[in-house]
């Protein structure tokens, strides 16, 4: 896949697919993989759950890897897979459901699936600088307070479709 431009082709680094399947979550990841869809962070959940730092990051390292996701997978990446995985609780919102341009769908969907800032970009079919005042007016026409707590919204709302569980993409190239 390439991106056209006046002046050059920039090659685009696709999503990766794996056929492996989600390796089940233990009972003890579960709880720490709901926390980070709960928009905590390893030392907010380490907190939370009396478990130490070191501990907490070790296990996020498993989730992630039981999800197929890259070392420099984003927060927003893991959450929207361990939805589309069903491997936590769906979330739930009082919020409505905004309505979004075709634009911003496509951007939310980057966003949910890409941590490469340039990779959001190209799946979102806008300029990379344009990509942080595409990303804050989503947030604010959402309400969301960052990128994470957007895809939980999104994922209540269901405006993010699942995956099947033996599919997966990389959602960081690096």
């Not at 979004?100 to 966003?111: D, H, K, Y």
């Not at 957007?150 to 990389?170: D, F, I, K, M, N």
Request: proline residues 11%.
């Amino acid at each position: 896949m390439t991106v056209h431009s006046a002046e050059k082709e920039t090659p685009v680094t696709p999503p990766v697919t794996t056929s492996a399947p989600i390796t089940p979550l233990t009972p003890t990841l579960q709880r720490v993989a709901q926390h980070l869809a709960d928009d905590l962070t390893p030392r907010e959940i380490a907190t939370r759950t009396g478990l130490s730092a070191v501990t907490v990051r070790q296990y996020v390292r498993d989730i992630r890897e039981s999800l197929h996701c890259p070392p420099r997978c984003k927060p927003p990446v893991i959450v929207h897979r361990l939805f589309a995985a069903q491997q936590v609780a769906p979330p739930t919102t009082d919020r409505p459901t905004p309505k979004l341009s075709p634009e911003q769908q496509l951007l939310l969907q980057a966003v949910a699936e890409h941590s490469n800032p340039h990779d959001i970009a190209v799946a979102a079919k806008i300029a990379p600088a344009d990509v942080r005042a595409a990303h804050d007016e989503l947030l604010d026409k959402t309400g969301a307070a960052n990128t994470t707590q957007l895809v939980v919204l999104a994922h209540a709302w269901g405006l993010l479709g699942t995956r099947p569980a033996a599919t997966t993409e990389s959602g960081a190239s690096q």
